[in-house]
């Protein structure tokens, strides 16, 4: 369930970038 912490990561990153 690791991947899912790191995807979900990934998506607030990028939202935060936009």
């Known amino acids: 369930m690791h ?3 790191h ?3 990934a998506l ?3 939202i ?3």
Request: proline share 0%.
């Open 3 to 5: 991947n899912a912490w």
């Open 7 to 9: 995807f979900y990561y």
């Open 12 to 14: 607030i990153l990028v």
């Open 16 to 18: 935060k970038v936009v």
